[in-house]
């Protein structure tokens, strides 16, 4: 059974970085088109950036410049690497695959962007 395990996140000040780690303990993950997720509080949970099977990218407008996302199939690892972090960035930050699979979030890991 596929189960997704991020990490990484944590409190920081505008205009810094975190770097988020995503493992998956299915043992397919090099199959599949991953994305990251967030969800920030009350609102829905929005696609921040995917990455396809052989590492084709693809960024919402709000991450574009600033966040970047890859992956390593040897380890089954999905990374995004968040910088010019701004108090909007605070969310909840998700992994799971693109399209999403319903039955697959895991816990997230909270991203706070604050002085």
């Known amino acids: 059974q596929v189960q997704f395990v991020e990490s990484g996140g944590g409190l920081v000040q505008p205009g810094g970085s975190l770097r988020l780690s995503c493992v998956d303990s299915?043992?397919?993950?090099?199959?599949?088109?991953m994305g990251w997720y967030r969800q920030a509080p009350r609102k829905q949970r929005e696609l921040v950036a995917s990455?396809?099977?052989?590492?084709?990218?693809v960024y919402a407008d709000s991450a574009k410049g600033r966040f970047i996302i890859s992956r390593d199939n040897l380890v089954s690892t999905l990374y995004l690497d968040l910088n010019s972090l701004k108090p909007e960035d605070t969310a909840v930050y998700y992994c799971?695959?693109?399209?999403?699979?319903?039955?697959?979030w895991g816990q997230g890991t909270q991203v706070t962007v604050s002085s």
């Open positions: 299915g043992g397919l993950f090099r199959l599949y088109a």
């Open positions: 990455i396809s099977s052989s590492g084709r990218t």
């Open positions: 799971n695959a693109d399209p999403e699979w319903d039955n697959c």
